[in-house]
Structures are given as structure tokens and as C-alpha cells.
């Protein structure tokens, strides 16, 4: 077997994938008939919509395959797929040598034929593949791979309009709907998996006086700075988000409240060098509650982010106080 090799632009190229927000999401109908309608054009049993991350390949629509939702990278044919501009095609795998012994065709799903073609973000980054398998040999010749891209171009554009509608624009970090859809998944994989995790709600402190002394225009850059010294901040498995305004929120999955805390610290740290080195006439400064989601007594997205908010507003009442 043949392992597949990483692409050379491999880092901006997983940095563009995770900046999605697609990852881990449930699957949606929008994706699902996409490969509904390859499995009918092309007669084949299964179609995938395949994203390659560091050590995967993911689907987030997998028409045919219903008991799979991930398989390793180091197995995947996607993975060699998105070395190419064009249609990666294997018309017998048992007859190729870099696949013939691949664990994938030896046993489940027992893959004979493949045809995949790289999807691209806006910016031609390859993402993944719009990819059809089956059991049995078969040829594929130029009309089939004129269908096969016009298909792979709907998903594209289906990527791109999930961002912007999951992405916050001054930002570029989850908005409402995006983490919602986001963390609704990580506490489920938490329950699942038995692992606790801790929201922290976070509201900016004295913000309107930035916007009421220095502009609107500079109350928007202070908003996009203060998120890009989350995501520099944060773990890359924690979801950031926008909520609106001056809102802000994180899910820590794999992190209890008292880890958390330690990183909210690491944050803190690094807003102050931020405020230091920045000089802009204010501070960026925040309040935060703290919730631990309890695998075992599971409350729902919209029951952490109320109680955090609850939390997060003592603490500001109380440093008004002060």
C-alpha cells in the first residue's frame, strides 16, 4: 500500500478547512443531495463528500455509507486525490499496486472503483473530494468527468455559503448560528466519550466609551483584534464565537472548569501584552462566567450559554461595584 503524500501548502491548506466550521457538523441536506444525485447519475452505491483533515478523512455527506463517518488519512484515497487539479480515478484498485492491499478494499467497504475530484475553497486551497466508489471495476470516460465536476462545483459553492452563514464577518470566528451548530456536536462527542467540558461566556468591559470617543470604525477594529488574540489564544480544539456585539463565547471541550480557568488566564496574559504593545488611547478588557458541563447531567446549548451569561453579569456588576 501506498500511503498518500501531504500537499505542500498542507498548513494554510488544514488552517482554510478548519476556518470553515464545517468539521464535525451534522449532516445537511444541502450536502446530501448532492451525493444522492451522483449516486443516481452514475449508478454507483456509495458517494462521499470527503474533507481531508491533519489525520482523516471526514464526510460530511456520505450517500450509501451510512455506518462510517470517518476513516484514517494514512488509508484514504481522498488523500491522494487532492495532490492533483483533477479527477483522481482508480478504475480497479485490485490492479493497482499502491492500492491493491489498502485495508479499505480488502475488507469494508471492499472499494474496487474510485473517482475523485478535489474541492476547492475561493481561494483553490483543496479541501477534500466529491468522490464515487464502488464495489466492482467500471470505466469512467469524458462525460462522466464533465458530470463529476459540475457536481464537485455545487459542494463548492454549498462550502462557501456554509462560512457565511456560520462565520461572523468582522471577525472570523463563529457566529450564533455557527457555534450552535458546532457545539450542539462537541457536547454531544463529550457525553459520548465521557468528558467534561466548560463554557465561558465573555463580555467586553467599557466598550462603549470606545466607540463613543474614537468611532465606530475603531470600536470594529478593537472587536476583530480582540478575536484574533482569542484564536491566537485558545487551544485549537476550543470554539470560538461572536454572539453579537460585544459578546463573545468559548466551549473548552475536554477542559473542566478549573482548566479552564487556567487558560482563561493564558488569555488574560495575552491581551495584556496586546494592550501594551498596541498603545490605541484604551484597554481591552473582559468579564467572564465559567460553566462546567456535566457529562453524566447533560444541559443543552442554550442552558450553558444562559447560565454563563448569568455568571459573567455578577462579575461585571461586582467590578462596577468596585
Same mark, same amino acid.
Given at each position: 500500500?501506498?500511503?498518500?503524500?501531504?500537499?505542500?501548502?498542507?498548513?494554510?491548506?488544514? %488552517?482554510? &478547512? +478548519?476556518? #470553515?466550521?464545517?468539521?464535525?457538523?451534522?449532516?445537511? *441536506?444541502? =450536502?446530501?443531495?448532492? @451525493?444522492?444525485?451522483?449516486?443516481?447519475?452514475?449508478?454507483?452505491?456509495?458517494?462521499?463528500?470527503?474533507?481531508?483533515?491533519?489525520?482523516?478523512?471526514?464526510?460530511?455527506?456520505?450517500?450509501?455509507?451510512?455506518?462510517?463517518?470517518?476513516?484514517?488519512?494514512?488509508?484514504?484515497?481522498?488523500?491522494?486525490?487532492?495532490?492533483?487539479?483533477?479527477?483522481?480515478?482508480?478504475?480497479?484498485?485490485?490492479?493497482?499496486?499502491?492500492?491493491?492491499?489498502?485495508?479499505?478494499?480488502?475488507?469494508?467497504?471492499?472499494?474496487?472503483?474510485?473517482?475523485?475530484?478535489?474541492?476547492?475553497?475561493?481561494?483553490?486551497?483543496?479541501?477534500?473530494?466529491?468522490?464515487?466508489?464502488?464495489?466492482?471495476?467500471?470505466?469512467?470516460?469524458?462525460?462522466?468527468? %464533465?458530470? &463529476? +465536476?459540475? #457536481?464537485?462545483?455545487?459542494?463548492?459553492?454549498?462550502? *462557501?455559503? =456554509?462560512?457565511?452563514? @456560520?462565520?461572523?464577518?468582522?471577525?472570523?470566528?463563529?457566529?450564533?448560528?455557527?457555534?450552535?451548530?458546532?457545539?450542539?456536536?462537541?457536547?454531544?462527542?463529550?457525553?459520548?466519550?465521557?468528558?467534561?467540558?466548560?463554557?465561558?461566556?465573555?463580555?467586553?468591559?467599557?466598550?462603549?466609551?470606545?466607540?463613543?470617543?474614537?468611532?465606530?470604525?475603531?470600536?470594529?477594529?478593537?472587536?476583530?483584534?480582540?478575536?484574533?488574540?482569542?484564536?491566537?489564544?485558545?487551544?485549537?480544539?476550543?470554539?470560538?464565537?461572536?454572539?453579537?456585539?460585544?459578546?463573545?463565547?468559548?466551549?473548552?471541550?475536554?477542559?473542566?472548569?478549573?482548566?479552564?480557568?487556567?487558560?482563561?488566564?493564558?488569555?488574560?496574559?495575552?491581551?495584556?501584552?496586546?494592550?501594551?504593545?498596541?498603545? +490605541?488611547?484604551?484597554?481591552?478588557?473582559?468579564?467572564?462566567?465559567?460553566?462546567? =458541563?456535566?457529562?453524566?447531567?447533560?444541559?443543552?446549548?442554550?442552558?450553558?450559554?444562559?447560565?454563563?451569561?448569568?455568571?459573567?453579569?455578577?462579575?461585571?456588576?461586582?467590578?462596577?461595584?468596585?
Amino acid at each position: 500500500m501506498v500511503e498518500p503524500g501531504i500537499p505542500l501548502n498542507e498548513t494554510s491548506r488544514i %488552517a482554510k &478547512l +478548519r476556518s #470553515l466550521n464545517v468539521l464535525d457538523t451534522p449532516p445537511e *441536506e444541502r =450536502f446530501d443531495r448532492v @451525493t444522492r444525485m451522483a449516486r443516481r447519475l452514475f449508478g454507483v452505491p456509495v458517494a462521499l463528500v470527503s474533507l481531508v483533515d491533519e489525520n482523516r478523512q471526514w464526510f460530511k455527506s456520505r450517500s450509501g455509507l451510512d455506518d462510517v463517518t470517518e476513516t484514517p488519512r494514512n488509508v484514504s484515497f481522498c488523500g491522494h486525490a487532492i495532490l492533483g487539479d483533477d479527477i483522481f480515478l482508480i478504475r480497479n484498485a485490485l490492479a493497482d499496486e499502491r492500492f491493491a492491499d489498502n485495508p479499505l478494499v480488502t475488507s469494508a467497504p471492499h472499494i474496487r472503483f474510485y473517482a475523485g475530484m478535489p474541492l476547492r475553497s475561493a481561494g483553490g486551497v483543496k479541501l477534500g473530494t466529491l468522490c464515487l466508489l464502488d464495489t466492482k471495476p467500471r470505466d469512467f470516460d469524458a462525460d462522466d468527468a %464533465a458530470a &463529476l +465536476r459540475d #457536481l464537485a462545483a455545487m459542494v463548492e459553492d454549498e462550502l *462557501e455559503a =456554509f462560512q457565511t452563514a @456560520t462565520t461572523d464577518e468582522l471577525t472570523a470566528i463563529s457566529n450564533r448560528r455557527g457555534f450552535l451548530q458546532l457545539a450542539e456536536y462537541g457536547l454531544s462527542f463529550c457525553v459520548r466519550h465521557h468528558q467534561p467540558a466548560t463554557l465561558a461566556f465573555i463580555d467586553l468591559d467599557g466598550f462603549k466609551p470606545v466607540n463613543d470617543k474614537f468611532g465606530h470604525a475603531e470600536g470594529d477594529f478593537a472587536l476583530a483584534k480582540f478575536a484574533e488574540v482569542m484564536r491566537n489564544s485558545f487551544r485549537s480544539t476550543d470554539l470560538c464565537a461572536r454572539m453579537g456585539g460585544d459578546e463573545f463565547v468559548v466551549l473548552l471541550t475536554g477542559a473542566n472548569e478549573q482548566e479552564a480557568e487556567v487558560v482563561i488566564q493564558k488569555f488574560c496574559l495575552q491581551l495584556h501584552d496586546y494592550n501594551a504593545q498596541a498603545r +490605541r488611547g484604551y484597554d481591552l478588557a473582559f468579564s467572564s462566567g465559567l460553566v462546567e =458541563f456535566q457529562p453524566s447531567d447533560p444541559q443543552s446549548v442554550e442552558g450553558l450559554l444562559a447560565a454563563g451569561d448569568a455568571k459573567m453579569y455578577l462579575l461585571k456588576a461586582a467590578k462596577r461595584r468596585h
